[in-house]
């Protein structure tokens, strides 16, 4: 189903369809997918340092981890918040964390199969008052 008030309420900004379809079209919005175990072991190898630190540090949080990069289990899911919490809390470097967070990194179109006709429609509903 098309959100006609959703699609009024971005495009209203850009004046006519043609402009609103032409930037829409285009945008983008970034979440985080899963993390299997050979993705952690290949951020160990880029990440060596980072990697030793894990090992070094001994504490409950950092075996979660160290277990994660080197036993085959299931996926680290970076799309859940308190996963990057986790993650965020590692004794790691801020670019060891950036490059974790960046293999997990999903980049997908805001607005699916939006086409001119949408926007076409939703701004003449709006002007109709109906949405």
Do not use: C
């Not at 930037?23 to 030793?52: F, K, P």
């Not at 004794?91 to 293999?103: E, H, Q, R, V």
């Not at 607005?111 to 001119?116: S, Y």
């Amino acid at each position: 189903m098309v959100d006609y008030k959703a699609i009024a309420d971005e495009a209203e900004q850009y004046g006519d369809y043609q402009s609103a379809y032409n930037i829409m079209s285009l945008e983008t919005v970034e979440s985080y997918g899963a993390l299997s175990s050979n993705n952690l072991r290949e951020w160990a190898v880029s990440n060596e340092a980072d990697y030793n630190a894990i090992k070094a540090n001994g504490d409950v949080l950092t075996e979660m981890a160290l277990k994660q990069i080197e036993i085959d289990r299931s996926p680290l899911d970076l799309s859940k918040p308190t996963i990057r919490a986790f993650v965020n809390s590692l004794p790691i470097s801020d670019t060891g964390k950036t490059a974790l967070l960046d293999k997990a990194k999903i980049t997908s179109k805001k607005w699916q199969g939006l086409k001119p006709g949408h926007i076409q429609n939703a701004l003449q509903k709006r002007a109709e008052g109906r949405v």
